[in-house]
C-alpha cells in the first residue's frame, strides 16, 4: 500500500436513491440489467463507466468537467440526462470515490466538493460511513463517532487495533483513495465470438473466421465512436485449453491485420507445443504444405476477440509522411522484425535541419508518430526543420557514411606536429597524415593527398550550454577515400566518410 | 548532361508503374547502372554483392526504391540518408534495422516479406545453410538481397575496381564527384566481366554515367553550392576568416 499517497482523482459520483441495495453476488442479477439504461445515459457523458453496484456508477470527473463547462454544469445536464429517464439520482463530485459517494448521497443535491476539501468534508461524517459494520459498531465504543477523529488517529495504530480493514478505513477517512477508479468497458458484449463445429483443426479457417469477427468489431466499435489500445484474442481448443495473447491495436490494425495476429498467434503456440512434444526438434521452415495444423491438441471450438482499453476514437493514423500509406506488407514485416528487437530497432528516417551530416537526420521508430529521436545527445527539444538555410551545412554531395559516433583521429603536419587551427582560422600547418584511432602506440595512418578547410562554424553562441565552435576539413587520403573531419578544441573527430 | 541524366531518371518511376512494382521479374536501377546488371535491373529472387558498404549499394537500391519500392537496410547504422536520398532512395519507404544482432537471418527473412530490396552488412559471415535457407526466402519473395560484402552463392558481383576524386586540390576546393570503375562479373551467360566509368556521386549527388570521350571532365559544376558554402561559414561567425580562399 503506498504510504500517504497522491491525491485522488476529482470523481463524479451518480447515486440512484430508489435502486434496493443489493449484494455483490446479485449484482448480475436483475437489477444491473436495468441499471444499464442510467450507464448507458452516463456513458453518454463519458465513456470510461465505472459501476460500483446497481444504484451507483462513478466518472473521472476532470475531463467530463472541462468539455461540459465545469463540474455543477456537468452534474446538472447528468443529472437532467437521468431525469428523462423517469429516474431521480443525486450526484456528489469530489477527490477520490469515497468522498464523492458520501457527497452525492448528502441532502443537498448535486454537492461539490472542492479540490482538497475531501478531509474536511469527511470529518464530521459518521463513522457507519465507512461501509464496514464492525468498525461502526467498534469505534463509537471507543468514543470515536466521526471520521475525522478517526483520521487523527495514527496509521500505525488503526494498522495495529483494526488490521488491513483499518488501515483502508483510516485511508478512506484521510480523504485517500483505496484503489484507483476502474473503468469498466462501456459494454460488455463488444467482444465479438465464433464458435467451430465441428472443431477447426487447421489455423487457416479460424484466421479467416478471424477477419470476419474483426470486422465486426471495428464496426461495433466505430458505432459507438471508440477504439481499442488492445485486442485481446482468445481461442479455445476442444480439451479446453485456451490461449490467449493481448496485441498492441491502437485502432490502426486492420481487418486482414488482426486476422494475421490470430494466425500468428495459434502458429506460435503450434510451434511451442510441437518443440515441447518432440523434445525441441529444429524448427521447420514454413513450408507451404505444414501451414497450420493444429494437430493432437484438438481443434478450436471457439475464437474471440475482445476489445481491451477502449479510448475514444479520434480517427485513423494513414502515413506518417505526406499521404504515403504505408501497406499493411510493410507494416506487417516492420512490427514483425519489432517484435524480434524491439520496438525502437526499426527506424524510419526523416530528413532534418542542421549543418552536420549526423543533425540532418532524425530517426522514428516505425509505427510512431511522435517527435523523432534526435540524432546522439543534441540537446535542442524537438526536431530541427529542414528545407531552412543553414549556413555553412555540408555542401552536396553529401557523405555516404556517417558515423553514429564520430571516430576519433589526428591530423598530423610534415614535422609530425598535430594540425591546429587558431581563431582566426589559420591552419598551423598543411596537414600531411591522417591518423584513425590515434593512440600511444600509433595507430592506422594515411597519407593526405589533397585537403580543403578550413571551414568554421559557430554554432548557437547565444547559448553557452550548447554553443561549439568548430572548424570542419575535407581529405582525400593515399587511397584515395575521402574524409570529412572536424577539429574542436584541438581534437579531431570523423564525422563522415565519403564510401 | 548530370540535369538530364537526373531527367531521365523521374521520368522513370512512371515507365515503370507506380508504387507497386506489379510482377514484373526484374526491378528497374538507375540507368547509368543497367549496362552492368544482366537484364539491365535486379533480377527478382538474386542475390547481388557489392563488395564492401559504399555508395554503389545505395545507387543500385535508388532505381527501385524511386519506382515505388520500399527498401531495408539492415547492419548499416553509418548509412548516410542525405546521400541515399540524392542518390535517389525514397527516405519515406526506408526502413534502417541499425543492429539486427544474432538473429539477422530471421530479421532479413521477415523484412523480405515486406520490402522489395533490403540492403544487408551481415554482422558475421553465414553457414552455408543459413544462406541457402535466405536464398530460398528470396526467391519466395521475390525480392532482392544487395550485399554490401561478399556473398558465395550471389548471382552478380559488383566491385568498385578504381576510384578518383575531383575537385579538391592542396588546401583549396572542395570535394565535388567522384569518378569510379565498376565491374561487374556474375554467373552463366554474364560471366564475362564488364567495367563501366561512373560518377558515383555526380556534384549534385546522384549517380551517372560518364560519357564516352569526355572522360575526366565533370558533368556540371554547381557554381551556387559552392558560394552557398562559403557565404554559410562567413556569416556563421564573422569573426572567423577563411584561412584558403579557394
Known amino acids: ?499 | 548532361m548530370g540535369a538530364e541524366v537526373a531527367q531521365v531518371t523521374s521520368l522513370s518511376p512512371r515507365q515503370d508503374g507506380g508504387s507497386v512494382l506489379p510482377g514484373e521479374d526484374v526491378l528497374p536501377v538507375l540507368p547509368a547502372l543497367r549496362d552492368l546488371l544482366p537484364a539491365g535491373g535486379l533480377q527478382r529472387g538474386s542475390v547481388v554483392a557489392a563488395g564492401h558498404w559504399s555508395m554503389l549499394c545505395l545507387a543500385l537500391a535508388a532505381g527501385a526504391s524511386s519506382a515505388g519500392a520500399w527498401c531495408a537496410v539492415a547492419g548499416l547504422p553509418q548509412l548516410g540518408v542525405a546521400a541515399a536520398a540524392d542518390a535517389g532512395l525514397d527516405p519515406a519507404r526506408l526502413l534502417l534495422i541499425a543492429e539486427p544482432g544474432a538473429i539477422w537471418p530471421q530479421v532479413v527473412a521477415s523484412l523480405l516479406d515486406g520490402c522489395e530490396i533490403v540492403l544487408l552488412c551481415p554482422p558475421d559471415r553465414p553457414s552455408a545453410q543459413v544462406r541457402r535457407k535466405l536464398e530460398a526466402t528470396i526467391r519466395r519473395h521475390g525480392g532482392v538481397l544487395v550485399v554490401a560484402g561478399d556473398w558465395d552463392g550471389a548471382q552478380t558481383r559488383l566491385l568498385i575496381a578504381r576510384q578518383e576524386w575531383a575537385g579538391m586540390g592542396d588546401g583549396h576546393g572542395r570535394l565535388r564527384a567522384r569518378r569510379v570503375q565498376v565491374v561487374a562479373d556474375g554467373r552463366g551467360a554474364w560471366s564475362r566481366p564488364r567495367a563501366r566509368w561512373l560518377w558515383l556521386p555526380a556534384p549534385d549527388g546522384s549517380v551517372a554515367a560518364v560519357a564516352e570521350g569526355v572522360a575526366g571532365e565533370m558533368p556540371v559544376r554547381t557554381a551556387e553550392g559552392d558560394s552557398d558554402w562559403a557565404r554559410g561559414t562567413a556569416e556563421a561567425d564573422g569573426s572567423w576568416q577563411r584561412a584558403n580562399a579557394g
Open chain 1, 1 to 499: 500500500m503506498k504510504a500517504g499517497g497522491s491525491a485522488p482523482r476529482r470523481v463524479l459520483v451518480v447515486w440512484c436513491p430508489d435502486w434496493p441495495e443489493a449484494a455483490e453476488d446479485q449484482e448480475a442479477g436483475p437489477g444491473a440489467r436495468a441499471f444499464e439504461q442510467v450507464v448507458s445515459a452516463v456513458e453518454a457523458f463519458c465513456p470510461r463507466v465505472e459501476v460500483i453496484r446497481p444504484g451507483v456508477c462513478a466518472i473521472g470527473a476532470a475531463g467530463p468537467a472541462r468539455y461540459f463547462g465545469g463540474e455543477e454544469s456537468l452534474a446538472g445536464k447528468l443529472t437532467g440526462a437521468i431525469g428523462g429517464l423517469g429516474l431521480a439520482c443525486q450526484t456528489g463530485i469530489a477527490d477520490g470515490l469515497f468522498a464523492a459517494q458520501l457527497a452525492a448521497q448528502a441532502r443537498r443535491p448535486g454537492a461539490v466538493v472542492a479540490p482538497g476539501g475531501g478531509a474536511a468534508f469527511l470529518a464530521p461524517q459518521p463513522v457507519t460511513a465507512l461501509g464496514s459494520p464492525e468498525l461502526a459498531d467498534l469505534l463509537p465504543r471507543l468514543g470515536i463517532t466521526t471520521l475525522g477523529e478517526f483520521a487523527a488517529l495514527p496509521v500505525a495504530e488503526a494498522a495495529n487495533q483494526f488490521g488491513t480493514e483499518g488501515v483502508r478505513a483510516h485511508r478512506l477517512a484521510r480523504g485517500l483513495d483505496p484503489r484507483p477508479l476502474a473503468p469498466r468497458p462501456p459494454s460488455a458484449d463488444l467482444s465479438v465470438s465464433l464458435e467451430f463445429d465441428p472443431p477447426a483443426e487447421q489455423s487457416e479457417p479460424v484466421a479467416f473466421a478471424a477477419k470476419t469477427l474483426a470486422d465486426q468489431m471495428h464496426s461495433r466499435l466505430a458505432a459507438s465512436g471508440l477504439a481499442c489500445v488492445r485486442v485481446q484474442v482468445q481461442a479455445v481448443c476442444e480439451d479446453g485449453r485456451e490461449i490467449t495473447r493481448l496485441w498492441r491495436h491502437d485502432g490502426l490494425l486492420s481487418a486482414l491485420a488482426v486476422a494475421e495476429r490470430v494466425r500468428w498467434q495459434l502458429d506460435g503456440w503450434r510451434t511451442g507445443q510441437r518443440g515441447r512434444g518432440e523434445g525441441g526438434r529444429g524448427e521447420r521452415g514454413r513450408g507451404e504444405g505444414d501451414q497450420g495444423d493444429l494437430g493432437r491438441a484438438g481443434g478450436i471450438t471457439l475464437l474471440r476477440l475482445t476489445p481491451d482499453q477502449l479510448v475514444r476514437d479520434v480517427g485513423r493514423q494513414l502515413g506518417l509522411w505526406g499521404d504515403a500509406v504505408i501497406s499493411d506488407r510493410v507494416a506487417r514485416a516492420a512490427i514483425r522484425v519489432q517484435a524480434m528487437l524491439g520496438h525502437g530497432a526499426v527506424l524510419c528516417p526523416v530528413l532534418a535541419g542542421g549543418r552536420s551530416p549526423a543533425e540532418q537526420v532524425a530517426l522514428v521508430p516505425f509505427g510512431d508518430a511522435g517527435t523523432p529521436l534526435l540524432p546522439a545527445g543534441r540537446l535542442p527539444a524537438g526536431r530541427l526543420p529542414a528545407g531552412r538555410p543553414w549556413p555553412g551545412k555540408i555542401p552536396a554531395p553529401a557523405p555516404a557514411t556517417v558515423y553514429p559516433v564520430p571516430l576519433s583521429a589526428r591530423v598530423t603536419d610534415d614535422s609530425g606536429a598535430t594540425v591546429t587551427v587558431t581563431g582566426r582560422a589559420q591552419v598551423s600547418g598543411r596537414p600531411a597524415r591522417l591518423w584513425l584511432w590515434p593512440s600511444a602506440a600509433g595507430g592506422r595512418s594515411l597519407a593526405v593527398t589533397s585537403w580543403a578547410g578550413p571551414w568554421p562554424v559557430t554554432e548557437r553562441w547565444w547559448d553557452p550550454a550548447t554553443s561549439r565552435r568548430r572548424a570542419r576539413f575535407q581529405f582525400v587520403t593515399e587511397d584515395e577515400d575521402a574524409w570529412l573531419a572536424v577539429v574542436q578544441d584541438g581534437r579531431w573527430l570523423i564525422e563522415a566518410s565519403y564510401d
